[in-house]
């Protein structure tokens, strides 16, 4: 499966972006797919999760701003960021696979990226 992200930005804090995570050559039905984020010098964290069956997982951080959700009909995951911190600047990776690895990144597919910036 191949994956797109899409919808980065730079923003001001206290803004909002909505990231898309479009999936081709396989059906999501079965996947489940994490967000993470990699800030420069940082490893990759994960921000948010959702499993086949659409439990979502979320950081502390991240829990009460952030929604995960998917549109099976479109192939799509998407990530709806709220109140945005400095510190949720980074390139946003989605990563699916049809093993749910929640928050770790251990997922076998992954995007290109898309790069945020709250200023």
């Known amino acids: 499966v191949q994956l797109v992200e899409s919808g980065g930005g730079s923003v001001q804090t206290g803004g909002s972006l909505n990231l898309s995570c479009v999936a081709s050559?396989?059906?999501?039905?079965?996947?489940?797919m994490g967000w993470f984020r990699q800030g420069p010098g940082q490893e990759r964290e994960g921000v948010a999760a959702?499993?086949?069956?659409?439990?979502?997982m979320y950081t502390d951080s991240t829990r009460g701003r952030f929604t995960a959700s998917r549109d099976r009909a479109k192939n799509t995951w998407w990530l709806q960021m709220t109140r945005l911190r400095p510190e949720d600047s980074g390139m946003y990776y989605c990563?699916?696979?049809?093993?749910?690895?929640?928050?770790?990144?251990?997922?076998?597919?992954w995007g290109q990226g898309t790069q945020v910036t709250v200023s």
């Open positions: 990563a699916a696979d049809t093993v749910d690895y929640g928050l770790r990144a251990s997922y076998t597919y």
């Open positions: 050559g396989d059906s999501i039905k079965t996947y489940a």
């Open positions: 959702i499993d086949e069956d659409a439990w979502l």
